[in-house]
């Protein structure tokens, strides 16, 4: 435990000090910063005391240009000495002026510059002289520099006063002897003032210069001796945290439960661990003087144009076999890198190998288990499919001939019945070995499910196929099956169909085939029956695809018309709702109905066409006429089951949607209960997706499915549509009216609106009504009609009429609860 502990603390000190690292560094940059903003600090004030001594200097000769100017003023009485006087004493005044603006509150910066400006300053000193004067006024030795040019502006302004004073006197007469003594005498102890201010003033910015200087290059000195300690410190650190994950990558190299090696540019081992050892049978040591050559499955080792390694190749991830001492083989999953770096040897390469040929096996096992039948050994129906679905991909390009035969043991039922089911387990078990026993390598025979089994005839054609399964039944035939003294015949119906280049795909071979098998137990069971063009049943499967062409070519030429049924709610305010219908009409003017077209289409997985199509005509037509989107209340579209498994019409949905906007609120979309109850998953994602953008979602043929009530727990949906078997004779079957009330209930319960379709009769709506039903739909409310000519009927009977409370309908909402 205590090596435990250790071991643990050295690994969080390890994570820890590589963790640590980026603020370490950051510390370093943050003290070389602080070091810089010190030494451009020292500068900066160096060359504001600097800039204000020399303002001291000019301030110092225009205040003695000044008095000089005076002097001679008194003396002679000259306008030229005065207006020089008056012009050199703008120098302090400015300052003075500087001054004041600094000190007042709001600091005025423009005056600032001004007085600085006049007072003689250089430009480009002002902006320091501004911020020196903001940060150190009242720091010591230049907080008394300020107080001696306070001190100064006495002077300044007297000598302003003076030369006023002169003016006015030598106006009114010239000064006698004893006046100009007096004034010469007055200008000569003002001048000794303001020289000794100036020498202060000059002495105490030397003075704080020197030792704001002298504090900052301590501090500067401080802060490099600080990073250069901290900068150590962070380097040592880093070297022992190098050291330690050095030592711990060895540990760990060594002691890992995967295979590690280490390799040259020649693919010889520099470094090798002892799981790997373990992996290979090696001593060790041994394992040390190998190469890649030695050990790597020569399938595995690629090589370049020059015969050298091929590094690229080697390197990439995936599983390989690496040969052992004893010569047998290990799959390992490989994963490798190239280290490229300082060493005087090249580049090296560290590969991982970890031994995954148990787990080989076992996903093998699992393969096998996934792909066959576990009661017989056979493949499973997954498996035929995807072996179907090769042949008949296969069949397209080489105009090969295969056959499928379709068989169904006859008597399982009654061995199950009356031996139980473990006889009816032998039993299957006996029948598939006796499949099996007739085929050639190149065929093979499957289990579909229950008593169903598939034998595949490799290149052969229905009459060769119809002699082996002959052969076959015979031989079943001669057999039996024997359990506690009772025996049964292993007697068959077999269906074969011929696989060819006509041929579609897997789902429609097994469809054919069951067919055939279908007729020959219709024929009277244990027979064999061909699938040929000239059957009936092939006949209506062409039926079948003329009709998928036909609705194909309806689409590209617009021969699909879109109808609609109105939709009437029992209780409440009439509102426009109604379902879209569709209709095909052909080249001679006849009209169809979907009955004739839609199982087809379904059936062979075209269904989505149809719905993109009847989905992007409705949305258009709704779109270009907003009067009737402003009295419509719900539209009902169909979307089929194929459509809500598909992720592409969802996503073809949607973009309609968004490119339609204010129609999507006035959209429901009508999925049967069977599609949801089929593709659970799907539909979920479907509804939500439409429902997210404010589409209605309707449960259509609801109660025709196994688990209705079951199901509605976990759909979103807004309305029920009772199946129509449940409808039409509602007037006279008391079970169907107990069963739509019970589905009302259903609906009420849930907070979901219910609608009865093919209501035919006022029987029927009169009971509709007394159950609680809110919606019908039927001939007996509305014959099927073109979809403007509904659209203009309800404009004219109503919108006029009605159109303010329609301006004021609830809409789409009016159909949700509460």
């Given at each position: 435990m205590g090596k435990q502990r250790t071991s643990a603390g050295s690994d969080g000190a390890t994570d820890s000090g590589g963790q640590r690292l980026p603020g370490r560094v950051a510390a370093i940059i943050l003290f070389s910063a602080l070091g810089a903003m010190l030494t451009a600090t020292v500068l900066e004030v160096q060359a504001g005391a600097t800039a204000y001594i020399v303002g001291e200097s000019h301030w110092s000769?225009?205040?003695?240009?000044?008095?000089?100017?005076?002097?001679?003023?008194?003396?002679?009485?000259?306008?030229?000495?005065?207006?020089s006087a008056r012009e050199a004493l703008k120098v302090p005044l400015g300052d003075r002026k500087a001054r004041l603006a600094l000190d007042r509150q709001p600091i005025d910066y423009p005056a600032a510059e001004q007085g600085f400006l006049q007072g003689g300053n250089a430009p480009a000193d002002i902006g320091r002289m501004i911020r020196m004067y903001r940060l150190f006024a009242h720091a010591p030795f230049f907080r008394d520099s300020v107080q001696r040019w306070r001190q100064s502006d006495a002077g300044i302004l007297s000598l302003v006063a003076l030369a006023d004073h002169l003016e006015q006197r030598s106006r009114a007469g010239a000064l006698d002897d004893f006046d100009?003594?007096?004034?010469?005498?007055l200008l000569l102890e003002t001048d000794e003032r303001l020289r000794a201010s100036e020498l202060a003033f000059s002495q105490s910015l030397v003075d704080g210069s020197r030792f704001l200087r002298m504090s900052l290059m301590i501090l500067s000195v401080i802060a490099f001796f600080a990073l250069a300690w901290y900068s150590l410190a962070v380097m040592r650190r880093t070297l022992l945290h190098i050291r330690r994950t050095e030592s711990e990558f060895r540990a760990a190299f060594h002691q890992a439960?995967?295979?590690?090696?280490?390799?040259?540019?020649?693919?010889?081992?520099?470094?090798a661990n002892e799981a790997l050892a373990q992996i290979l049978a090696w001593p060790l040591t041994e394992l040390r003087r190998q190469r890649l050559g030695d050990i790597l499955h020569a399938e595995d080792l690629h090589f370049d144009v020059h015969g050298r390694i091929d590094w690229k190749r080697i390197i990439e991830p995936g599983e390989r076999?690496?040969?052992?001492?004893?010569?047998?083989?290990?799959?390992?999953?490989?994963?490798?890198?190239?280290?490229?770096?300082?060493?005087?040897?090249?580049?090296?390469?560290?590969?991982?190998?970890?031994?995954?040929?148990?787990?080989?096996?076992?996903?093998s096992e699992i393969a096998h288990q996934a792909s066959h039948d576990d009661l017989t050994g056979l493949i499973n129906r997954r498996e035929i499919e995807r072996r179907l679905g090769h042949v008949t991909a296969n069949v397209q390009r080489d105009r090969a001939h295969h056959c499928l035969c379709f068989v169904d043991l006859d008597q399982l039922k009654l061995v199950n019945d009356t031996c139980g089911h473990a006889a009816g387990d032998r039993f299957l078990r006996q029948f598939a070995n006796g499949l099996g026993s007739s085929l050639r390598s190149e065929d093979w025979v499957g289990r579909l499910g229950g008593d169903e089994f598939a034998i595949f005839l490799a290149g052969a054609d229905l009459e060769v196929a119809e002699k082996v399964a002959q052969r076959i039944h015979t031989r079943l035939a001669q057999s039996a099956f024997h359990w506690n003294d009772r025996?049964?015949?292993?007697?068959?119906?077999?269906?074969?169909?011929?696989?060819?280049?006509?041929?579609?795909?897997?789902?429609w071979l097994l469809r054919a085939a069951d067919t055939a098998c279908y007729l020959a137990k219709e024929e009277g069971r244990n027979r064999i029956r061909c699938y040929r063009e000239t059957d009936e049943a092939f006949a209506r499967r062409q039926t079948e695809l003329d009709w998928v062409a036909h609705i194909q070519l309806a689409i590209a030429e617009d021969r699909l018309l879109l109808y609609a049924q109105r939709i009437k709610p029992l209780r409440g305010e009439p509102r426009l709702q109604y379902e879209v219908l569709v209709r095909m009409v052909d080249h001679e003017g006849r009209i169809y109905s979907p009955g004739y077209f839609l199982p087809p289409l379904e059936r062979y997985g075209q269904a989505m066409i149809l719905d993109r199509h009847v989905l992007a005509s409705t949305l258009a037509q709704l779109s270009r006429d907003t009067r009737h989107l402003l009295c419509l209340d719900l539209c009902h579209i169909n979307v089929s089951a194929q459509s809500i498994a598909d992720p592409q019409f969802r996503r073809f949905?949607?973009?309609?949607?968004?490119?339609?906007?204010?129609?999507?609120?006035?959209?429901?979309f009508e999925i049967t209960e069977t599609a949801v109850i089929g593709n659970l998953g799907d539909a979920c994602l479907f509804i939500e997706a439409m429902r997210a953008r404010g589409c209605r979602i309707a449960l259509d043929d609801f109660g025709s499915g196994l688990s209705s009530f079951?199901?509605?727990?976990?759909?979103?949906?807004?309305?029920?549509?009772?199946?129509?078997?449940?409808?039409?004779?509602?007037?006279?079957?008391?079970?169907?009216?107990?069963?739509?009330?019970?589905?009302?209930q259903v609906g009420r319960a849930l907070g979901k609106r219910t609608i009865a379709e093919w209501v035919e009769n006022e029987a029927a709506l009169a009971k509709l009504d007394e159950v609680g039903i809110d919606c019908v739909q039927g001939y007996a409310i509305h014959a099927p009609a073109p979809l403007s000519t509904l659209i203009r009927e309800w404009k004219t009977l109503h919108l006029d009429v009605h159109a303010p409370a329609l301006l004021a309908s609830p809409g789409p909402a009016a159909l949700l609860p509460g």
């Amino acid at each position: 435990m205590g090596k435990q502990r250790t071991s643990a603390g050295s690994d969080g000190a390890t994570d820890s000090g590589g963790q640590r690292l980026p603020g370490r560094v950051a510390a370093i940059i943050l003290f070389s910063a602080l070091g810089a903003m010190l030494t451009a600090t020292v500068l900066e004030v160096q060359a504001g005391a600097t800039a204000y001594i020399v303002g001291e200097s000019h301030w110092s000769k225009a205040q003695q240009i000044a008095v000089s100017s005076l002097y001679r003023y008194v003396s002679h009485g000259d306008q030229a000495d005065l207006d020089s006087a008056r012009e050199a004493l703008k120098v302090p005044l400015g300052d003075r002026k500087a001054r004041l603006a600094l000190d007042r509150q709001p600091i005025d910066y423009p005056a600032a510059e001004q007085g600085f400006l006049q007072g003689g300053n250089a430009p480009a000193d002002i902006g320091r002289m501004i911020r020196m004067y903001r940060l150190f006024a009242h720091a010591p030795f230049f907080r008394d520099s300020v107080q001696r040019w306070r001190q100064s502006d006495a002077g300044i302004l007297s000598l302003v006063a003076l030369a006023d004073h002169l003016e006015q006197r030598s106006r009114a007469g010239a000064l006698d002897d004893f006046d100009v003594g007096h004034y010469q005498r007055l200008l000569l102890e003002t001048d000794e003032r303001l020289r000794a201010s100036e020498l202060a003033f000059s002495q105490s910015l030397v003075d704080g210069s020197r030792f704001l200087r002298m504090s900052l290059m301590i501090l500067s000195v401080i802060a490099f001796f600080a990073l250069a300690w901290y900068s150590l410190a962070v380097m040592r650190r880093t070297l022992l945290h190098i050291r330690r994950t050095e030592s711990e990558f060895r540990a760990a190299f060594h002691q890992a439960a995967v295979g590690m090696l280490k390799l040259d540019g020649e693919g010889r081992f520099t470094q090798a661990n002892e799981a790997l050892a373990q992996i290979l049978a090696w001593p060790l040591t041994e394992l040390r003087r190998q190469r890649l050559g030695d050990i790597l499955h020569a399938e595995d080792l690629h090589f370049d144009v020059h015969g050298r390694i091929d590094w690229k190749r080697i390197i990439e991830p995936g599983e390989r076999r690496l040969r052992r001492s004893d010569g047998s083989s290990r799959w390992v999953r490989w994963s490798a890198s190239i280290i490229t770096g300082q060493d005087p040897e090249g580049s090296r390469v560290f590969a991982v190998v970890e031994d995954v040929s148990e787990a080989r096996e076992l996903a093998s096992e699992i393969a096998h288990q996934a792909s066959h039948d576990d009661l017989t050994g056979l493949i499973n129906r997954r498996e035929i499919e995807r072996r179907l679905g090769h042949v008949t991909a296969n069949v397209q390009r080489d105009r090969a001939h295969h056959c499928l035969c379709f068989v169904d043991l006859d008597q399982l039922k009654l061995v199950n019945d009356t031996c139980g089911h473990a006889a009816g387990d032998r039993f299957l078990r006996q029948f598939a070995n006796g499949l099996g026993s007739s085929l050639r390598s190149e065929d093979w025979v499957g289990r579909l499910g229950g008593d169903e089994f598939a034998i595949f005839l490799a290149g052969a054609d229905l009459e060769v196929a119809e002699k082996v399964a002959q052969r076959i039944h015979t031989r079943l035939a001669q057999s039996a099956f024997h359990w506690n003294d009772r025996k049964f015949g292993l007697g068959c119906s077999i269906g074969i169909v011929e696989i060819n280049a006509d041929t579609t795909d897997a789902d429609w071979l097994l469809r054919a085939a069951d067919t055939a098998c279908y007729l020959a137990k219709e024929e009277g069971r244990n027979r064999i029956r061909c699938y040929r063009e000239t059957d009936e049943a092939f006949a209506r499967r062409q039926t079948e695809l003329d009709w998928v062409a036909h609705i194909q070519l309806a689409i590209a030429e617009d021969r699909l018309l879109l109808y609609a049924q109105r939709i009437k709610p029992l209780r409440g305010e009439p509102r426009l709702q109604y379902e879209v219908l569709v209709r095909m009409v052909d080249h001679e003017g006849r009209i169809y109905s979907p009955g004739y077209f839609l199982p087809p289409l379904e059936r062979y997985g075209q269904a989505m066409i149809l719905d993109r199509h009847v989905l992007a005509s409705t949305l258009a037509q709704l779109s270009r006429d907003t009067r009737h989107l402003l009295c419509l209340d719900l539209c009902h579209i169909n979307v089929s089951a194929q459509s809500i498994a598909d992720p592409q019409f969802r996503r073809f949905a949607a973009e309609q949607l968004d490119a339609h906007p204010g129609v999507a609120n006035k959209i429901c979309f009508e999925i049967t209960e069977t599609a949801v109850i089929g593709n659970l998953g799907d539909a979920c994602l479907f509804i939500e997706a439409m429902r997210a953008r404010g589409c209605r979602i309707a449960l259509d043929d609801f109660g025709s499915g196994l688990s209705s009530f079951a199901y509605l727990k976990s759909l979103d949906v807004d309305i029920l549509k009772i199946d129509g078997a449940f409808i039409r004779d509602l007037g006279q079957d008391n079970v169907d009216l107990a069963l739509v009330r019970s589905m009302s209930q259903v609906g009420r319960a849930l907070g979901k609106r219910t609608i009865a379709e093919w209501v035919e009769n006022e029987a029927a709506l009169a009971k509709l009504d007394e159950v609680g039903i809110d919606c019908v739909q039927g001939y007996a409310i509305h014959a099927p009609a073109p979809l403007s000519t509904l659209i203009r009927e309800w404009k004219t009977l109503h919108l006029d009429v009605h159109a303010p409370a329609l301006l004021a309908s609830p809409g789409p909402a009016a159909l949700l609860p509460g």
